[in-house]
């Protein structure tokens, strides 16, 4: 018999143990599709009570972690290139993760990867209950370059992507189980533009993986207060049995 799969909307947000290094450029890595570029988690987490620096983090990147950062403050912006950063895995998703640093504190990062015409977007926050808060040895890049910017002074100036509803979802194998993970591509409205599937125990469950992802609704995000494009990572997790 069948049994239901669980749709579970989360964004990947575990942060991961361990030294790494940026794989390289020959590494194997298939080209990458410009429609999904995009298309993962990417946060950024403030350190404790130091305002002028964050943690930022891409999970599962088509690409190494390598362009551009901006960081924005209140009425400043500071600017940087990505020249390392730390690899890690954890729970089967590949983070790619530094700290940015700046003269001032910083309400929200940018980033702009050299291989997309795609951009990052994500507004600071606190780390939260489902992140890991283990210490992580990631190098820094402090940003420069300092320029002025309009205050964002909306009630709600930074929001991340959300999923709001899922559908019922029947699992179409019973001996194949496991967590699919999609890279959801959503645009301004959180609509679902493109999909690719991040990981899978087992193809045969992929389809049925993104008929869900791409039938459910989503929250759209926001940065400095304007509606912007951004990735969300759908998770189901289809139980044995």
């Excluded at 909307?9 to 194997?28: E, K, P, R, T």
């Excluded at 283990?134 to 709600?156: E, F, G, H, K, M």
Aim: glycine letters at 8%; proline letters at 7%.
């Amino acid at each position: 018999m069948r049994g239901a799969a669980r749709a579970v909307s989360l964004c990947v947000v575990l942060a991961c143990s361990g030294a790494g290094a940026a794989f390289a450029a020959d590494s194997g890595q298939p080209a990458v599709d410009p429609n999904t570029a995009c298309a993962t988690d990417f946060n950024v987490i403030r350190i404790g009570s130091e305002p002028n620096a964050v943690i930022v983090q891409a999970f599962d990147l088509p690409a190494p972690f390598t362009g551009t950062i901006t960081a924005y403050g209140h009425d400043t912006k500071w600017t940087g290139t990505v020249g390392r950063w730390n690899e890690t895995t954890w729970y089967g998703a590949r983070e790619s993760s530094l700290i940015v640093q700046a003269n001032g504190p910083i309400e929200g990062v940018e980033y702009a990867p050299a291989w997309a015409s795609c951009t990052f977007h994500a507004g600071a926050h606190a780390r939260g209950g489902n992140e890991d808060d283990r210490d992580v040895d990631r190098p820094s890049l402090i940003v420069t370059n300092p320029a002025p910017v309009d205050p964002a002074t909306c009630q709600v100036p930074y929001r991340s992507p959300g999923v709001m509803r899922t559908p019922d979802i029947t699992s179409p194998r019973s001996d194949v189980h496991g967590a699919v993970r999609v890279a959801v591509a959503l645009d301004e409205q959180g609509a679902v533009q493109f999909t690719r599937v991040v990981a899978s125990p087992g193809a045969v469950l992929n389809a049925t993986a993104v008929q869900a992802a791409r039938q459910s609704t989503y929250r759209a995000a926001v940065f400095r207060c304007l509606p912007v494009s951004a990735g969300y990572v759908f998770t189901i997790e289809f139980p044995s049995g």
